[in-house]
């Protein structure tokens, strides 16, 4: 992939940057916190209105105490981000434990592939050192799907930081070309799916109530686990403290084909919404998750239709 001039002159200093121990990186966090979240107020009308409409029965300063939280956490993101960029392998596997990766490890000795159905919640970079827990084989796919970034510079650094401990960066566009070629090639996977974005237009199937709204989903990792009659996990992660995760393999199914619709997709959105409700400090409050409407959605296909029925 040819990359941009602007590549080789940021990567060093993240990189840089990222060899100061955790500790300091923290004391960065703190100060960032003041210009990002006092100061300029990062992206502060969309959270503080996300949080309203989620959280209806909660007084302002619940609210503001969640929001606070929130903003000191999005800057530990941050320089915690940048610190994967030469984190080891002992150190993250310290910082980021999994608890029941066996049973996908099992299911693949069984010839069996895995979905991993998971949000923008706690350090979700982080997630991508699943690959340490799981069996390394020539006959094994073991990845998570990505949105490409918009900026070119900026999806080279991330597809290079997340392939530090060798999950395969799988575009969402390409997973059906991914999945034929691991059945005709007989490989087996691990695919972790982030399908809490918001949809566009064209890929919104289905809709669900999620944190007090009418909510679209992505629905390819359910589509994708039927098709591959993969198990399928929810990966439930918490933060134990300051730069420490526990992920956690909760199982949804083994059998995805014996669920009808988006059943497993709405399972999924409640999952998660339990997650986000025990600790809602940790879930990405700055992306503008309702911007697209079940108002809306159905004033865009009717428009469409009477389109159609125009011709």
Not at 17 to 43: A, E, H, N, W
Not at 50 to 75: Q, V
Not at 106 to 112: C, I, N, P, T
């Amino acid at each position: 992939m040819k990359r941009k001039a602007s590549y080789y002159v940021i990567f060093p200093l993240w990189y840089v940057f990222s060899l100061l121990p955790l500790r300091l990186l923290y004391l960065v966090s703190d100060l960032l916190y003041v210009p990002v979240y006092k100061i300029f107020g990062y992206r502060r009308r969309v959270v503080r209105k996300n949080l309203e409409e989620s959280f209806p029965d909660k007084s302002r300063d619940e609210l503001r105490e969640i929001e606070r939280k929130f903003y000191r956490y999005f800057c530990d993101y941050l320089v915690e981000t940048i610190k994967y960029f030469s984190i080891s392998e002992r150190e993250i596997r310290r910082r980021m434990v999994f608890e029941g990766a066996e049973e996908a490890n099992r299911y693949l000795a069984e010839g069996k592939s895995s979905i991993l159905f998971m949000g923008h919640y706690c350090n979700w970079e982080w997630v991508s050192s699943l690959p340490l827990y799981i069996t390394k084989a020539d006959d094994h796919v073991r990845g998570h799907i990505y949105h490409r970034l918009a900026n070119a510079t900026m999806d080279a650094l991330f597809l290079r930081m997340r392939h530090r401990f060798e999950s395969e960066n799988i575009e969402m566009h390409s997973a059906l070309r991914v999945l034929a070629r691991c059945r005709a090639e007989n490989k087996k996977f691990v695919i972790g799916f982030i399908s809490d974005q918001a949809p566009k237009w064209e890929n919104i199937n289905m809709w669900t109530d999620f944190l007090n709204h009418k909510t679209a989903f992505f629905t390819g990792a359910e589509s994708l686990a039927k098709l591959a009659d993969a198990a399928v996990f929810y990966i439930d992660v918490k933060r134990v403290r300051r730069g420490y995760y526990r992920a956690r393999f909760v199982k949804m199914t083994d059998r995805p084909k014996d669920f009808t619709g988006h059943e497993l997709t709405e399972r999924y959105a409640q999952l998660l919404q339990q997650s986000i409700e025990a600790a809602p400090e940790f879930w990405l409050w700055t992306h503008n998750r309702w911007k697209r409407t079940y108002k809306e959605y159905v004033l865009h296909h009717a428009k469409k239709r009477d389109g159609r029925t125009a011709q």
